[in-house]
């Protein structure tokens, strides 16, 4: 197939134009293939012009997928009551015969699934506008940079890209032949009444590592369709391993120290476990929230947001926990509101502060208090997994010139955090970056939430919070953390947070923002400035610093016993968790590097002595500074 003579066929002259100027085969070949198979009624290409943009947005609305809303710029989004996340038990990575990724990783047989979701896309855009749109992962033209094409039909997805991703059309152009591109093909299927995806037993996101073509079909939720986001995620994923870089489920963020310094975090918590919070704490500086990149320039970890937007939890917003992402919303901005609660042109959500309507309407369609469900369930107002899609830009606290850099900020610190009641100690700092790696990274477990389709609550094994999303097998993955950091001349410090610990009656240790005192506490630990206690899992703050730290960040008090409590090194807890780890990477993990065992090994001993020496729950008090 010719395919520039069959996309002259296919496109209007307006549209071939636009294609025809980027000189890049592989991509003709691509759009003309899947053209052919998707065959819309109606082909849009958008360039980087701000009238491309402006017909997405209008067709969002136009065929319905969006809603305006009161606020100038906000709009409204619904996905099916039954298609509100990341469909994990659809989404798979294909492999060819004879690969093996381990049991964590969801795999089906590449010419068996390359067979099924071609049939499923075959003619499935009939009657519907194709839109076909460029983007990159990282900054333009910059050395992290990678460049995508998505082809959809929904304007909701694509213009939700518009919001998270920066534009990519001049950057094909200027990578002409030479773009390593990422590809995307999403058809949202057959719509019901309210413009939400019918076939949902029919949803499928199949994940070709080979050609780094990702398919997703009748579905919506931004988790399963967006390419830029979850979907490249995967295929980045195994081009950092690869290549030798990191790719992970990470904010960064700024931390503001003494005297003006900028220092700069990465993040890896799992779904709803406060990483969005995290990184946009007043008095520090966001860069992004969800995804980065880091690779070695120099024997300096150098890290980029490769998004450009927010997709973020709704639930929970307020205005005394989240004063800005709060302004952010009510704002003029440009937001899409997905699966809140809609009454007289203004959205609601749950625990946002205010009262909520009676009625309205919801990701249930028509809603009233006490509506249920066909499963008998009473439908909330909005879902926990509601969510506002905007772009960096609107936040007052954007670190700008982070996030515009070519080479990236240096990563001076990296953290790991999950849903823990009962383990983990508020912050702790690893003696050192394999140490940190295995013990903190490699064992995170995290219970599940409703970010995902399932039961939630259930303690789960979630390496540095990216299994959902792992496209390599895990002891790969790991070998490759470690040498990475063995490259680098003076590695990020790592660092484990846990904000969900209880007492031993179920009740919170800490408060939401207890959170600004860790980040402040390990900004002076990275330079130095702060002693520690050393304990048998690692560095844990002194009672004075974080007093000190409580009056100076929150104006608060902080009391002794409640440092104790928190602090507590809970042997029995630790142990069983260290025996659970290694028990998982001994078991289910082909391939994991001899050190994880040596390294969780040395963890216990240091356990076990400290058992001896003090019994089960040890008083901070009782070790020593260094
Ligand atoms: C997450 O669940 O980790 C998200 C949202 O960031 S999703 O796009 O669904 O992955
Ligand atoms: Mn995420």
Redesign the pocket.
């Known amino acids: 197939m010719n395919a520039l003579k069959y996309l002259k066929q296919r496109l209007d002259e307006t549209q071939f134009r636009k294609i025809g100027q980027i000189d890049n085969p592989a991509l003709h070949e691509f759009i003309a293939t899947y053209i052919k198979l998707l065959n819309p009624d109606k082909i849009f290409v958008c360039t980087d012009s701000p009238e491309d943009e402006e017909y997405i947005r209008q067709k969002a609305l136009e065929y319905g997928e969006e809603r305006a809303l009161k606020t100038l710029g906000h709009t409204v989004h619904f996905d099916n009551y039954y298609d509100q996340?990341?469909d994990k038990a659809n989404t798979k990575i294909l492999v060819p015969k004879g690969v093996d990724l381990g049991p964590f990783i969801n795999t089906k047989d590449r010419d068996e699934g390359l067979r099924e979701i071609h049939e499923l896309m075959k003619d499935i855009m009939k009657g519907k506008e194709l839109f076909i749109c460029f983007f990159t992962l990282g900054p333009q033209n910059s050395i992290f940079t990678i460049p995508a094409v998505q082809l959809t039909d929904s304007a909701y997805v694509a213009h939700s890209e518009f919001l998270l991703y920066r534009k990519g059309y001049e950057e094909f152009k200027r990578l002409g032949k030479e773009a390593r591109f990422l590809k995307f093909v999403h058809s949202a299927g057959e719509l019901d009444e309210r413009k939400t995806s019918k076939n949902l037993d029919k949803r499928r996101v199949y994940i070709d590592l080979e050609s780094e073509t990702v398919y997703s079909v009748n579905t919506q939720?931004?988790?399963?369709t967006?390419g830029l986001?979850?979907l490249a995620f995967r295929l980045t994923i195994r081009r950092a391993v690869k290549e030798g870089w990191l790719s992970e489920?990470m904010f960064l963020m700024r931390v503001n120290g003494p005297n003006g310094r900028k220092t700069y975090f990465t993040g890896a918590y799992?779904?709803?476990c406060g990483?969005t919070s995290t990184c946009m704490l007043p008095h520090e500086n966001l860069v992004g929230d969800?995804l980065a990149f880091i690779v070695d320039m120099k024997g300096e970890a150098r890290g980029t947001n490769v998004e450009y937007g927010v997709?973020g939890?709704i639930e929970g917003i307020n205005q005394k926990d989240d004063p800005i992402i709060w302004k952010v919303l009510h704002s003029p901005n440009e937001i899409i509101f997905s699966n809140v609660l809609i009454k007289d042109g203004k959205p609601y959500w749950n625990g946002m502060g205010e009262e909520i309507p009676d009625e309205g309407e919801n990701h249930s369609g028509e809603w009233w208090r006490g509506k249920k469900d066909k499963e008998g369930n009473e439908i909330p107002p909005s879902h926990k997994?509601a969510?506002f899609t905007v772009r960096l830009e609107a936040f007052p606290n954007l670190d700008r010139e982070a996030l515009d850099a070519p080479c990236g900020v240096k990563i001076s610190g990296m953290i790991f955090g999950g849903r823990d009641k009962d383990t983990w100690v508020p912050v702790c700092e690893s003696f050192d970056w394999v140490h940190g790696v295995i013990t903190k990274g490699a064992s995170l477990e995290s219970e599940t939430t409703a970010?995902?389709l399932g039961k939630e609550g259930v303690r789960q094994f979630n390496p540095m919070a990216i299994l959902?999303f792992l496209s390599v097998p895990i002891g790969e993955y790991i070998k490759n953390y470690i040498r990475f950091g063995e490259k680098l001349r003076d590695p990020p410090k790592i660092f484990a947070v846990n904000y969900f610990l209880r007492d031993e009656n179920g009740n919170w240790l800490n408060e939401k923002l207890d959170k600004a005192v860790w980040l402040k506490w390990m900004e002076l630990r990275v330079h130095g400035e702060v002693d520690a206690i050393k304990t048998p899992i690692g560095y844990i703050p002194k009672y004075e610093d974080l007093k000190r730290l409580f009056r100076e960040v929150l104006n608060k008090e902080y009391p002794k016993e409640l440092y104790e409590k928190q602090f507590t090194i809970r042997i029995p807890e630790l142990l069983a968790k260290v025996e659970r780890i290694e028990k998982i990477y001994r078991e289910k993990v082909k391939d994991a590097p001899e050190v994880l065992f040596e390294v969780l090994e040395e963890e216990k001993q240091r356990l076990l002595e400290a058992k001896k020496k003090y019994g089960d729950y040890i008083s901070p008090f009782e070790f020593e500074n260094v």
């Not at 939720?221 to 399963?224: E, L, Q, S, T, V």
Request: charged share 30%; proline share 5%; net charge positive.
């Open positions: 996340a990341r939720y931004g988790g399963n967006i986001k979850k489920h799992p779904s709803m990483k969800d997709f939890i997994n969510r970010a995902t959902d």
